[in-house]
């Protein structure tokens, strides 16, 4: 059964912060990770990965993927109150590319 | 990004009706349709998949007669909450894939369902 788990569940910071969030995976014919950030209503995307080792960056966020470990990670620097939100992986699965996701780091940056 | 639009946003409506939540691809044409659950604090649990043209495929545990999807053009699928209770209340989202390749499933606004 195709798996993706997120770590930690849930994490307070303070403003300024680094925060790395997790996300393992075990899924048959792995092709892509995608990481979305979802506030108040959907998700919206971030980034996807699909080579190990290549990191990908918008602002304060990166990420990378290690495809022989089966994990990425979602770094984001200088933590503003406004990154506060529920930072979701998703792996697509399935002969449909059906995005399963784990169950998503749910981040709060105080000041 | 490409667009989503999903409609209405919320909706709420007494217990035994039906709601129909539409999901629109703006910009390009979407093979491949989504449709979430959402519970809050948890995490969006697949619910159906649509083809364009075709039957839709459901997740174990989600009753096909009671979510009725529909996927009409490559720009439209719509989910009928059919004879709704409370404890169908939930977030709705939709997501869009084009076809082909590796792409990134875009995701609508989502729906805020309250059965009263």
């Known amino acids: 059964e195709d798996k993706v788990v997120q770590s930690p569940l849930s994490l307070v910071v303070h403003e300024g912060d680094t925060v790395t969030l997790n996300c393992s995976y075990e899924v048959t014919n792995f092709r892509s990770l995608l990481w979305y950030k979802q506030e108040k209503k959907a998700p919206t995307f971030l980034f996807m990965l699909t080579s190990s080792g290549i990191e990908k960056k918008s602002g304060r966020l990166s990420s990378i993927l290690d495809k022989k470990e089966l994990f990425s990670i979602l770094n984001i620097t200088a933590t503003q109150t406004g990154d506060s939100a529920v930072y979701l992986c998703a792996v697509p699965t399935g002969t449909a590319s059906k995005l399963t996701f784990g169950t998503g780091t749910r981040l709060q940056v105080t000041l | 990004g490409a667009v989503v639009s999903q409609h209405p946003s919320w909706v709420i409506c007494k217990s035994g009706t039906s709601v129909k939540i539409e999901c629109r691809s703006l910009d390009f044409q979407a093979t491949t349709m989504f449709w979430y659950r959402q519970f809050p604090k948890q995490s969006l649990m697949l619910m159906a998949t649509s083809n364009e043209g075709s039957k839709a495929t459901y997740e174990q545990g989600v009753e096909k007669d009671k979510f009725l999807i529909n996927h009409a053009s490559l720009t439209l699928s719509t989910l009928t909450v059919t004879s709704a209770h409370p404890e169908d209340s939930s977030f709705y989202i939709c997501?869009?894939?084009?076809?082909?390749?590796?792409?990134?499933?875009?995701f609508g606004q989502g729906t805020r369902l309250t059965v009263v």
């Open positions: 997501s869009a894939r084009g076809g082909g390749g590796i792409t990134e499933a875009f």
